[in-house]
């Protein structure tokens, strides 16, 4: 079993930061994937950057620039810095790590930029 504990959501006001966390525990395999995905109300979940074990990282289009993805693993943790944050980045983000060719998520936490 995997477990993953997010924390770091909540309301931010536009142009403002949040900085999201996920520890990552249980039967993790070798090399693994982390990073985060984002579910907005009416829209299908989608990526918002990942990290590989050497720290290669992937972002989505709309969010280059403005969020850093980092990871930490002798603590198994990744970390979402997020700067000038927009309404439309509004969702559930969750967490996910890829390992042993599952992927597994976290229970998700909910971000609100609005004024």
């Known amino acids: 079993q995997v477990q993953l504990v997010e924390s770091g959501g909540g309301l931010v006001q536009p142009g403002g930061s949040l900085r999201l966390s996920c520890a990552a525990s249980?039967?993790?395999?070798?090399?693994?994937?982390m990073g985060w995905y984002r579910q907005a109300p009416g829209n299908q979940r989608r990526l918002v950057a990942d990290?590989?074990?050497?720290?290669?990282?992937n972002y989505a289009d709309s969010v280059k620039g403005r969020f850093t993805l980092s990871r930490d693993n002798a603590k198994k943790t990744v970390y979402l810095q997020m700067n000038s944050l927009k309404p439309e980045d509004t969702a559930v983000y969750y967490c996910?790590?890829?390992?042993?060719?599952?992927?597994?998520w976290g229970q998700g936490t909910q971000i609100t930029v609005s004024s």
């Open positions: 996910y790590v890829r390992t042993g060719g599952l992927n597994y």
């Open positions: 249980g039967n993790i395999f070798g090399g693994y994937v």
């Open positions: 990290i590989t074990p050497s720290g290669r990282t």
